[in-house]
């Protein structure tokens, strides 16, 4: 089992950005596939972004594409959402998750295990 710490969220005014953090421990991610969610209050969970451990590659919900960015750090087993150009509809609790199963993956009942989850307010 995998464990998911996530960090960084906060306030932040339109326009600006924020780098969130998802530090995992328990087992290498070298099979594995990384994804973000968000949920807004009365909303269900959404894919945000998602990242192949092993090849980087990458799939973005289209709400986010241009604006956030998935990245990896594989020395730290960390794995990172970078967002800019924050609008108030992306206020939400953000979560990472993992699947043991290489490959890209939307829904949220795919993936096995989650952080804690991280809020982001953004103001208008």
């Known amino acids: 089992q995998v464990q998911l710490v996530e960090s960084g969220g906060g306030l932040v005014q339109a326009g600006g950005s924020l780098r969130l953090s998802c530090a995992a421990s328990?087992?290498?991610?070298?099979?594995?596939?990384m994804g973000w969610f968000r949920q807004a209050p009365g909303k269900e969970r959404e894919f945000v972004a998602a990242m192949a451990w092993s090849s980087g590659s990458t799939s973005y919900a289209d709400s986010v594409k241009g604006r956030f960015t998935i990245s990896r750090d594989n020395a730290k087993n960390t794995v990172f959402l970078q967002m800019n150009s924050l609008k108030p509809e992306d206020t939400a609790v953000y979560y990472c998750?993992?699947?043991?199963?290489?490959?890209?993956?939307?829904?949220?009942?795919?993936?096995?295990?989650w952080g804690q989850g991280t809020q982001v307010t953004v103001s208008s």
């Open positions: 998750a993992t699947k043991g199963v290489r490959g890209i993956f939307y829904s949220p009942s795919n993936y096995e295990s």
């Open positions: 328990g087992r290498s991610l070298s099979s594995y596939t």
